[in-house]
Structures are given as C-alpha cells and as structure tokens.
C-alpha cells in the first residue's frame, strides 16, 4: 500500500504551484506523474487509461474497470483519491468535473495528447463552460526533481538487486558466450532475486560493439582480450535503478587499461564536484575537460548522466545544455565514457543522492577495472 502522508505532501507540493500561478484545477493523464502523485505502485502499463483532475481541496481519478479495484487496493480505504469508473470518454468526465467544481482556470500538463486537449475544450463548449486552459510545461516533472524518502528507499533497494547481478554475471561471462546470453543470465538473475520489471532493455556489448553506447545485444561472441560494456538496472515498485560497468575478459591491453583509468577519472572528478546548486552543465563540461585532456576528447560525446526516478530519464541532468541548478534531493546518474570505433568502448556509471555534503551513490559495485579470468 502506498504511503499516504508521502502522497499528500506530493499532492501539497502541485496545490502549492496550482495557488502560485492561478489555477483552480489541474489536469494529468502522464502515467509517470500518476504514480508519483498517488502512490499506487503495480497499476501503470503502458496504456494511457487514467485522468486526474484535481482542485485546491478535492482530487478524482478516472480509470476503467481494468484498473479499478486496483486502485482501491493500493490506496486504501482512506484515500484522499476518489476513484471513478464510469464509463465516459476522459475529456467529458474531465469536463463535468470543471463544471461540478465551478473552475474557470483549468490547467493540463504538456505530457497530455493534443486529441485529449482538444477534446476538453470542444466538451467544455458543448456544455457552455467558459473556463481558460493553460498548458503546464514540463511543471510535475520538476516537482519530481526532488525524492522524498519512500523514493529513495525504492529506488536503493533496486540498486542492491542490481549490484548483485553484476557479482554474478562476472562469474558467468567466459570466452564462447554471446551478448544475448549474458543479457537473458543477468535479466533473470534480477527477475529471481526481487526485481519485478527492467529499468529498460539491458546494453550488453562486447569488444568492438562496446563503441556503440546504446548497442543492442546480439549473437556477437565473446573472445579474450574483450572489453564487455553492462549498462543495465533492476525495477522496483516503479522505480529504478541505472547502472553500467565494464570488465576484461582476461588480462587488459596497456590502451584498454589506459582509457578505463581516464573513465574511472572523469566520473570521479565529477562525483567530487556535485553540490545541491551546482549546475548540471559544468559537471558535464568536468567530464569532457578530463577526457580530452588525456587525448580522448573526440570519444566522449553523449551527456555525462540524467535524473532517475519513476521515470528511467527525469530531471535534472549533467548534460551540455542543463543550465539550471541540480537540487538537493535529485537522484542522478554520472556515466562518463570513452568510444574507440572498431576496437572497443568503456563506460562506468552510479547513480545517486545529491545531498548537503555531495554526491552519495546508491551504487556499490566497485570502480576497480574486473578482470574475468579465462
């Protein structure tokens, strides 16, 4: 069951903007800002079934008889929520409730389809509502910058899942395996040891595929002397968990050990230099200035990590064009790296707390460069 006085502060937190920018109800249908606004953990898929409208001191939910006792399990009796099921397309129920609560100011978050949005209107005028729409932009997903305590307990709990698959993948991967082997060991281990969804599809990529950061494992065969790049993470409750590690199949090359120490470097530096009010492009620019400097500047050119959440990317991030403060209470991940095409990638990524006295990884694993012995 969802924690009830996380969620109501949650709630607080959009009624606080709702007063400060005029609006006498918001509308949200973004299955991630659901989650995080009720707490109904287990209930989104990837359906866009639900509606929330809520006003200074009343908060409905429309869903479908799929979801509905669902709903009421994980709320509980006492709910703040009530949960409505008839069956009436979202943009009129959303409609009779602005005209139930007499809202004249009735915002919808930019994540809403512009099909629902003109649907509310065209109800709205069926009805002879005269209300202003506002678009929200991008307003929930800043609220959910900043973790509460429930959150980051998911969120650490995932982690430990995912740390121990990386313990027990090093003891699987062997010359002769394919990439879609390790994928389906380690997705299962974390399956079989608490995990109840993927972050997202899992990055396994050996020897020269280590150069594409987002390639996809395929029947690619594991020789000595390869780097295997890991990006990977465990679900729970909704929340995740984002993780990469890279290790040698046997004993390292001077140039493979050479770039994994700039990367191990890089992300160091950078985790040193996270502070809640830092601004997420300097500690990205950080990492570009280490790895050029020791020569590999033109091997490094995605952002250097991302808020994670309900969402496997939410903000803040350390990207080139983040110019905005991180807040304390961001979880965000640093994952520098260095692509050498046709010969080999490294990467090394945590995630963390950005608290008052610096970054705290949720991430355990080690930063020493593993060595698989074959």
Request: hydrophobic letters at 40%; glycine letters at 8%.
């Amino acid at each position: 069951m969802s924690d009830a006085a996380a969620c109501a502060e949650r709630v607080s937190r959009l009624r606080a903007l709702m007063e400060e920018r005029g609006y006498d109800a918001v509308i949200l249908r973004n299955n991630p800002d659901l989650r995080w606004l009720t707490g109904a953990e287990r209930v989104f898929d990837d359906e866009v079934a639900h509606t929330a409208f809520i006003t200074a001191d009343g908060q409905w939910l429309h869903t479908d008889s799929r979801y509905a006792n669902t709903f009421r399990e994980r709320l509980g009796a006492d709910t703040a929520w009530a949960i409505d099921e008839q069956i009436v397309q979202p943009a009129a129920w959303a409609a009779e409730r602005t005209k139930a609560t007499r809202s004249r100011v009735v915002a919808v978050e930019d994540t809403c389809d512009l099909a629902f949005f003109d649907a509310f209107n065209q109800s709205c005028l069926e009805r002879s509502i005269a209300c202003m729409t506002p678009r929200l932009h991008g307003d929930i997903c800043d609220l959910r910058m900043v973790k509460d305590a429930e959150e980051i307990e998911l969120m650490r709990h995932a982690q430990k899942i995912t740390d121990a698959a990386f313990t027990h993948i090093c003891g699987f991967i062997k010359p002769g395996v394919t990439e879609q082997q390790i994928r389906v060991e380690l997705e299962n281990f974390m399956f079989n040891n608490g995990a109840d969804a993927l972050s997202f599809g899992s990055i396994i990529a050996a020897g020269p595929n280590g150069a594409n950061p987002h390639a996809q494992p395929g029947e690619y065969v594991v020789k000595k002397g390869d780097m295997v790049v890991m990006d990977y993470g465990a679900g729970y409750h909704d929340y995740h968990s984002d993780m990469t590690r890279t290790v040698c199949v046997g004993e390292p090359s001077d140039e493979q050990r050479r770039v994994y120490d700039v990367v191990r470097e890089a992300h160091e530096a950078c985790a040193a230099a996270v502070k809640p009010g830092c601004i997420g492009a300097d500690i990205h620019n950080l990492a570009v200035k280490v790895i050029a400097d020791a020569g590999y500047g033109d091997y490094f050119k995605h952002g250097l990590g991302h808020g994670v959440g309900v969402e496997i990317h939410e903000n803040p991030n350390f990207g080139r064009r983040w110019d905005r403060p991180v807040p304390e209470g961001s979880v965000v991940t640093i994952e520098p790296g260095i692509y050498l095409p046709g010969n080999f990638g490294v990467r090394l990524e945590d995630f963390g707390l950005v608290t008052a006295d610096g970054y705290v990884p949720f991430t355990e694993s080690t930063h020493d460069l593993v060595c698989i012995d074959c």
